[in-house]
Nanobody, 124 residues
Framework: QVQLVESGGGLVQAGGSLRLSCAASGRTFSSYAMGWFRQAPGKEREFVAAISWSGGSTYYADSVKGRFTISRDNAKNTVYLQMNSLKPEDPAVYYC?????????????????WGQGTQVTVSS
């Protein structure tokens, strides 16, 4: 069992930056790939970024590539999402999730555990 708690959301101006954190409980954190997803009102949950259990491989949605960076610190049981150059289309509730395998990291249905989400708002 893995419990995930996101933090770091808030209100930021367009062009600004935020860093989201996701703290995981349990001693098996380093065996999970981790992902970030987001969901805006009235829209489907969408993939943002994912990282392999070792941190050696990262994956991004085209919409955030070059602006967002996912990283993890297995010693701290934490995964991060650094978001730069935030745009008016980025506001959503951002969720972190844990995935036992390495396949289909962009598909939310394959993730095993989810956090409660943190709100990101971007003002223009």
């Amino acid at each position: 069992q893995v419990q995930l708690v996101e933090s770091g959301g808030g209100l930021v101006q367009a062009g600004g930056s935020l860093r989201l954190s996701c703290a995981a409980s349990g001693r098996t954190f380093s065996s999970y790939a981790m992902g970030w997803f987001r969901q805006a009102p009235g829209k489907e949950r969408e993939f943002v970024a994912a990282i392999s259990w070792s941190g050696g491989s990262t994956y991004y949605a085209d919409s955030v590539k070059g602006r967002f960076t996912i990283s993890r610190d297995n010693a701290k049981n934490t995964v991060y999402l650094q978001m730069n150059s935030l745009k008016p289309e980025d506001p959503a509730v951002y969720y972190c999730a844990a995935h036992r395998g390495l396949d289909s990291l962009s598909a939310y249905a394959f993730y095993d555990y989810w956090g409660q989400g943190t709100q990101v708002t971007v003002s223009s």
